[in-house]
């Protein structure tokens, strides 16, 4: 049983059997422990170590500062518990894999098994890029993670994509999607994943949403490489327009100026044009804004019926928007949308005046459910 959960995918974090953070106090005890937590199982020599983590330190000196660095970590590691984590043979390094419980590990074991089974949980363990943010000044460690963060990315892309073509083929269409989506989220830049979202709103009816699948894939490539989309994609819009033009009827166009409206304050844009594209198709007029600010200007010219919100916004995070609302005596009937771990965003949303709350992913047909119940 481990008495370690040692998580790499995303920030650096350590924690006990029962959940709780522990801290390693040195940023090279960290850097130490994410090296060995890779591959729990493998040794790695003093000298190969001393190397990595003081790669600009004459070798001597590297090799003092390693055990002056491995002294502490004993003690900081006999403090969580009695076990021996750590493993020193000779003059060998490692961890007691037996002991510790490494996401990465576990992530790529599940991706190697490649069953829909293993797959659903390995692309929910992803919850960012490997050590995002973590950086040691030392040249040889920082180029070993960002080949490790590329590798572990493109790692997690295909697993989404074998997902998804798996769920696709099983007409398993939302979660699909669902899927799709958090691919996108991890690297918006994939024109293909953009053609198999587009594919998956067509077979499941949403013509409009599959149009605007095609303009936010447009607007990222236009934006980040300067590129149009590719033949295939523009073919495919193309194929997509005309099916529409096929379906559209007169009364759908006369009942455009009766729609309730939707504000959603959302700062990823991506997350923003689908949340819009979900919204506009399910016959709802659409206010959109990237931050508090916009928001809050946007409220004041338009009229709006509800508003999605997200919390952690630029500026202005969402709880702000809302008490300011409140402080003008404005009401709009707010669904908070957060990805924020914990429950004091949650627990303060409701006290603010929030009706609803969805964590972050959302589920397409929910967001759905529950705008319909506040819009009743």
């Not at 008495?3 to 390693?24: H, K």
């Not at 500062?65 to 502490?72: E, H, K």
Request: glycine fraction near 6%.
């Amino acid at each position: 049983m481990p008495v370690l959960n040692l998580e790499l995918l995303g920030d650096f974090r350590l924690r006990s059997e029962g959940g709780s953070l522990l801290a390693i106090s040195a940023k090279k005890s960290q850097a130490m422990l994410a090296y060995l937590g890779v591959k729990p199982a493998q040794m790695v020599s003093r000298d190969k170590m001393a190397a990595l983590l003081w790669s600009s330190t004459a070798p001597e000196q590297a090799r003092q500062s390693l055990r002056q660095t491995l002294s502490t970590l004993r003690k900081e590691l006999a403090n969580i518990s009695p076990k021996k984590i750590l493993i020193e043979e000779g003059d060998f390094l490692s961890l007691d894999a037996s002991l510790v419980r490494v996401d990465v590990a576990e992530f790529e074991s599940l991706v190697a098994a490649g069953t829909p089974e293993a797959l659903d949980p390995a692309t929910r363990l992803y919850g960012g890029d490997f050590l995002d943010g973590f950086q040691l000044d030392e040249e040889k460690f920082d180029q070993w993670v960002i080949a490790e963060r590329d590798r572990l990315h493109r790692l997690a892309l295909r697993a989404h994509a074998q997902l998804t073509d798996i769920l696709a083929r099983s007409d398993s269409l939302d979660g699909a999607i669902a899927v799709a989506q958090q691919s996108l989220r991890l690297d918006p830049l994939q024109e293909p994943m953009h053609r198999t979202l587009m594919r998956l709103y067509v077979r499941s009816g949403d013509l409009a949403y599959a149009l605007q699948q095609y303009d936010a894939c447009t607007k990222v490539l236009r934006r980040e490489l300067n590129v149009e989309p590719d033949a295939e994609t523009k073919a495919l819009q193309q194929e997509v327009m005309q099916l529409r033009k096929r379906r559209t009827s007169p009364e759908e166009d006369a009942l455009q100026d009766k729609r309730k409206s939707v504000l959603v304050v959302e700062d990823n844009v991506l997350n923003r044009e689908l949340t819009n594209a979900l919204l506009k198709t399910a016959g709802y007029n659409v206010l959109l804004a990237k931050d508090g600010a916009e928001a809050l200007m946007l409220i004041g010219r338009e009229s709006v019926d509800l508003m999605l919100l997200d919390i952690d916004l630029p500026f202005i995070d969402g709880h702000k928007v809302l008490e300011a609302l409140n402080e003008k005596g404005i009401e709009v009937p707010t669904i908070f949308i957060s990805g924020l771990p914990g429950d004091e965003v949650e627990v303060k949303a409701f006290q603010i005046g929030a009706v609803d709350f969805i964590r972050k992913p959302v589920k397409n047909s929910v967001l759905l459910a529950r705008v319909a119940k506040v819009m009743k």
